[in-house]
């Protein structure tokens, strides 16, 4: 079947179901791929029988397959963000090796972005680990405009710069991986919602919950956002939930997903054990 567009690899936790997906779309096969990683590449769940150190011996895996091979994107999550963002609020953690994977991290820091965009079928795909809400655009805007107006004279000039860039926000994936080159942009995108243990009302694009994105007028028209991030707050975490009305679709199901040419969205056919469960 040669009519795969894009391959995405939700949540990866230490699992290994990547590696099938990649060895069906080689590069020899399948050299016009585009292969997106959504984050979320450490910090595994203990239950499913991998261990702290097979997901960073994964994650490195991960990395020098992405190294060798153009097609692939890797997006950060907020499992990968909170070892090098010095953030007082963070989610199941690895401390023990917590400064092992931090250097990893800023290592290679130049081969992860927030945010990957493409055409399919003259429409617009834009992939992010949590998706981006309205009400978190709206609110990125918002804090730029304010700024510019009440603390003007006290702002640096990297200060004024950036909040004038936040006040003309656009979304597009190069505006949202700018989020990641400084402090300020780090902390926009470390807004996690009440839903996941915050202090905000929706969350970033690497942070807003399943269960939020439920509320209407959360989505962006004219754009369709594919994300991972919400697998237990799903109805069944083994399945996508696929909105085509709103172009919505959580995909966090320990699987790949595929694309076609025509846009149809469909759960890769995985023939090896995605992880070996402990209970």
Same mark, same amino acid.
């Given at each position: 079947m040669k009519?795969?567009? $894009?391959?995405?690899?939700?949540?990866?936790?230490?699992?290994?179901?990547?590696?099938?997906?990649?060895? @069906?779309?080689? @590069?020899? %096969?399948?050299?016009?791929?585009?292969?997106?990683?959504?984050? %979320?590449?450490? %910090?595994?769940?203990? &239950? +499913?029988?991998? $261990?702290?150190?097979?997901?960073?011996?994964?994650f490195l895996e991960i990395i020098n397959v992405a190294k060798?091979?153009?097609?692939?994107h890797l997006l950060i999550g907020n499992h990968d963000m909170h070892y090098w963002y010095d953030a007082e609020y963070k989610s199941r953690v690895d401390y023990k090796n917590y400064n092992k994977i931090k250097d990893i991290f800023l290592q290679n820091f130049t081969l992860f972005n927030i945010a990957y965009e493409e055409i399919i079928n003259e429409k617009r795909y834009l992939y992010t680990h949590a998706g981006v809400s309205s009400f978190w655009f709206n609110h990125l805007q918002f804090i730029g405009k304010m700024s510019l107006s009440m603390n003007i004279s006290k702002l640096?000039? +990297?200060? @004024?710069?950036?909040?004038? &860039?936040?006040?003309?926000?656009?979304l597009t994936a190069d505006n949202l991986n700018k989020l990641k080159l400084n402090f300020q942009g780090q902390a926009n995108l470390w807004m996690a919602s009440y839903a996941r243990g915050g202090e905000y009302n929706y969350g970033s694009c690497i942070w807003e919950d399943w269960s939020e994105w439920q509320y209407?007028?959360?989505?962006?028209?004219?754009?369709?956002?594919?994300?991972?991030?919400?697998?237990w707050s799903k109805k069944d975490p083994e399945e996508a939930d696929i909105d085509k009305r709103r172009h919505l679709a959580c995909i966090d199901t320990?699987?790949?997903? $595929?694309?076609?040419?025509?846009?149809?969205?469909?759960?890769f056919k995985h023939?090896? +054990?995605?992880?070996?469960?402990t209970v």
């Open positions: 009519n795969i567009h $894009t391959l995405l690899i939700p949540d990866v936790h230490g699992r290994s179901f990547w590696k099938e997906a990649l060895e @069906k779309y080689n @590069k020899e %096969d399948y050299s016009n791929l585009t292969i997106v990683f959504l984050g %979320d590449y450490v %910090d595994p769940y203990e &239950f +499913e029988g991998v $261990t702290r150190q097979d997901a960073i011996d994964n060798s091979d153009n097609r692939i640096t000039e +990297e200060q @004024k710069e950036y909040c004038k &860039f936040l006040s003309n926000f656009t209407e007028g959360m989505e962006i028209k004219g754009i369709w956002q594919i994300f991972g991030h919400s697998r320990a699987s790949a997903w $595929t694309i076609t040419d025509k846009g149809t969205i469909s759960k023939k090896k +054990e995605r992880f070996k469960r």
